[in-house]
């Protein structure tokens, strides 16, 4: 299957700071990412669709200014934290869809463990 | 709003157990009712894509069905392995998934 490489596989920032994370499709254009968090031992909740070359669509809820998402080519969308609270630490998972093959399942990146202290 | 749920929450199995999840969804509008494998501290793994009711998937120990209604995915003779937390999503004619809570599968040797 495709991959998507997903980095850091974890991090660990002070509170206050912001932190970058980045998604990556190796093998394949992906006009469209999206971006997840998932708390233990619960399920997925997306957080924001990122689209090649225009603004990210973000889910009811979720504050655009504090999560900044940035998917400036086809391989590579960027997920900022900003100002990271201890209540933002998460594990933060995105995924893929190659379009181009018609392919419709979306292929996830390992995620990042984030620890906000 | 559409919706996935899954069933069971937890399932222990011993090694050779033989068994079957469940996942129900909104029936009107699923373009595709997705499976997925996720070990702990990673991403999910993809299985299985099905689109209409009657299709079947299998892979190794694993086979996904689908009705109008709801999915299973059967685990025949499960090895210890196969233990992880298995994730149903479906698309309803838009580029999201929606997904279920998950069954946490554990295989007993």
């Known amino acids: 299957g495709a991959v998507v490489s997903q980095h850091p596989s974890w991090v660990i920032c002070k509170s206050g700071t912001s932190v970058k994370i980045e998604c990556r499709s190796l093998d394949f254009q992906a006009t469209t990412m999206f971006w997840y968090r998932q708390f233990p031992k619960q399920s997925l909740m997306l957080m924001a669709t990122s689209n090649e070359g225009s603004k990210a669509t973000y889910e009811q809820g979720v504050e655009k200014d504090k999560f900044l998402i940035n998917h400036a080519s086809l391989t590579l969308s960027t997920l900022t934290v900003t100002s990271a609270h201890p209540e933002d630490s998460s594990f933060y998972i995105c995924s893929a869809r190659d379009r181009e093959t018609g392919r419709t399942e979306a292929f996830f990146g390992q995620g990042t463990r984030l620890t906000v202290v | 709003e559409d919706q996935v749920t899954q069933s069971p929450e937890a399932l222990r199995l011993q090694e050779g157990e033989s068994s079957s999840l469940n996942c129900s969804y909104t029936?009107?509008?699923?373009?595709?009712l997705f499976w997925y494998r996720q070990d702990p501290g990673k991403g999910p793994e993809f299985l299985f894509t099905?689109?209409?009711a009657g299709e079947e998937k299998e892979k190794e120990r694993l086979k996904a069905t689908l009705t109008k209604k709801e999915s299973f995915l059967h685990i025949t003779a499960p090895k210890p392995e196969d233990s992880a937390t298995y994730l149903c999503?479906?698309?309803?004619?838009?580029?999201?998934?929606?997904f279920g809570t998950g069954t946490r599968l554990t295989i007993i040797p």
């Open positions: 029936v009107s509008g699923l373009r595709g």
């Open positions: 099905l689109y209409s």
């Open positions: 999503a479906g698309s309803f004619g838009n580029e999201k998934l929606t």
